[in-house]
Every structure is written in C-alpha cells, then in structure tokens.
C-alpha cells in the first residue's frame, strides 16, 4: 500500500488522507470556536453529532474519544483535534512496527 506523503525538511512526513482528515476536524473544531449560535444546546449539539459521526466512521475505535464533545461545558476544548492526534499517534505506531515485523522477517 503506497500513499503519496506530504514533507519537507521543518514538517512531520504526513500522507493526504492524514492531512484531509486533520483539516475536517480542525474545520468542525474552529466552527464550534467562531460561530457562537453553535453553541446554543439544538445546533451545537447537531455540529457534534455530525463530528462524533464522521470521527467513530473514519477513526474506528480511536472516534469514541469524540463522545466527550458532547459533554456540556468541554466545547473550549478541541476534541475532534485530538481525537485525530490520538488517531494519527496509534496509526503511525502500527505503522512502525509493521515495518519492524517485516525487516525481522528479511533478516
């Protein structure tokens, strides 16, 4: 599975579907931060929906962190952000230590 990976010298090396997936959840965090009518109980909480919806469809498991969006009061904290950051961490530690399992086996 080869994916074209976004880098440069000062930036972590990061794949488009990583990328895609950040700027959706930086997009629905800095909605809840800019637009106060979202943070009335009826809209605010159809945004969260829609975010818990997208992050337990896309991050699996990993998406029930987003839950906490939900909780009154925690819309100062950017949880969909680190909802992706728990994600990209456990993803990129999978990641290595499937490339660790295949050089052992070439060894």
Not at 73 to 96: A, E, H, K, N, Q
Request: charged share 20%; hydrophobic share 55%; aromatic share 12%.
């Amino acid at each position: 599975m080869e994916t074209e990976i976004v880098s440069a010298p000062w930036v972590l090396k990061i794949s488009w579907e990583e990328l895609m997936t950040l700027l959706v959840c930086l997009c629905l965090d800095l909605l809840e931060f800019v637009a106060p009518i979202l943070l009335t109980p009826v809209l605010g909480d159809i945004l969260d929906l829609a975010g818990f919806l997208f992050c337990a469809v896309y991050f699996n498991v990993v998406g029930a962190i987003s839950l906490l969006e939900l909780v009154p009061g925690l819309d100062v904290v950017p949880i969909f952000s680190l909802t992706w950051l728990t994600w990209y961490l456990l993803r990129r530690r999978r990641m290595r230590k499937q490339v660790e399992e295949q050089l052992g086996e070439w060894l």
